[in-house]
Nanobody
């Protein structure tokens, strides 16, 4: 599967952005999906994940109540709605996919497929 993330940009604190992850080359509904982010000088970290059918969703504590992960399998696209953005949310955001039987959740190493990343910058 090939993943293409988009929707990043520059936004003021308190604002919103919606990231998209378009999948191609394989049946999107057979993949679990996750979003991760990496700020300068920091390791890549888990943001949110969703299972194949969308019935299970997990979030990092730092984004709970502000971010919502979703997917549209008919359109082979995943989404990350980000509200109440903070300067500490500034990072490159990556979407990832996994076809493993077990739902990978926040386990970065269980996602073999990665998009190219989209920059999110939140100004104070």
């Amino acid at each position: 599967v090939q993943l293409q993330a988009s929707g990043g940009g520059l936004v003021q604190a308190g604002g919103s952005l919606r990231l998209s992850c378009a999948a191609s080359g394989s049946t999107f509904s057979t993949y679990h999906m996750g979003w991760f982010r990496q700020a300068p000088g920091k390791e890549r970290e888990f943001v949110a994940s969703i299972n194949r059918r969308g019935g299970v969703r997990d979030y990092a504590d730092s984004v709970k109540g502000r971010f919502t992960i979703s997917r549209d399998n008919a359109k082979s696209t995943g989404f990350l709605q980000m509200n109440s953005l903070k300067p500490e949310d500034t990072a490159v955001y990556y979407c990832a996919a996994s076809r493993y039987t077990d739902y990978p959740g926040n386990l970065l190493h269980r996602y073999p497929y990665w998009g190219q990343g989209t920059q999110v910058t939140v100004s104070s």
